[in-house]
């Protein structure tokens, strides 16, 4: 397996499917590169695009630090620049679901450069700090839902119980970000963003008020989801991200 190799010395595995424009697809929190695999997306994209699948740092076969800085945004960005170096690949689409919606917004901050768009999916933007920032209680209680949610999934048992400090990092940086904002009024690489209708942590409600930032953008629900089910509606999700991203390569 292919690993790129941070400057800070993190190493960062990944893999490529497919033939065509380049497309980074990053995975969100307790789950691997093998998530766009099982759940349909290299079958639907991978005759398209040439898919560049990524795991995140602290996260399948990917070092995993054990300092909380380690984790920071521009730490992974740093990582998504470093595979693109490793394959002479000067720019790519991007689509990141959960946490990787997360790395999405600070890709406009962090290294614009080396992406075409962006697709977002499952981290609204105003999930921290419209109502100021999560008490640790509000914190806990969202984890714990996510965690009951996902645990039945193998990978995802393996990573609470093997590398526990690295998944308790990730989730620390996502609950202290607040560059959302900032990183909408500041980005102008085209925009696709979605999220389930029963989404608890990025619902449609606060998803379309990028409108008012980035009146090009689009979005589009997945109804009846919740965070999970909206991301394993590949037959919902994959022909819109197709059809936005073949309209940009054709621009």
Known sequence: MPFAQNPDGTKINYEVIGEGPPLVLQHGLLSDLNTWKSRGYVDALQDTFQLILVDSRGHGESDKPDESEAYELRARITDLATVL?????DQAHYMGYS???????????YMPQRFKSLVIGGFGPFRVGRAGPLTEEQK???WETMVNAVTTNAHRTRALREFPWAIKHCRDALDTWKGARQALKVGDLPLLMFAGSEEPNSSPIDMPEVLNFRPDAEFFSVEG???IETIEAVDVVAPRVLKFLTEVESR
């Open 85 to 89: 170096n490793a394959l002479e690949i």
């Open 99 to 109: 946490m990787g919606g997360w790395m999405g917004y600070g890709i406009t901050i």
């Open 140 to 142: 806990q209680a969202r």
């Open 225 to 227: 989801a919740n965070h």
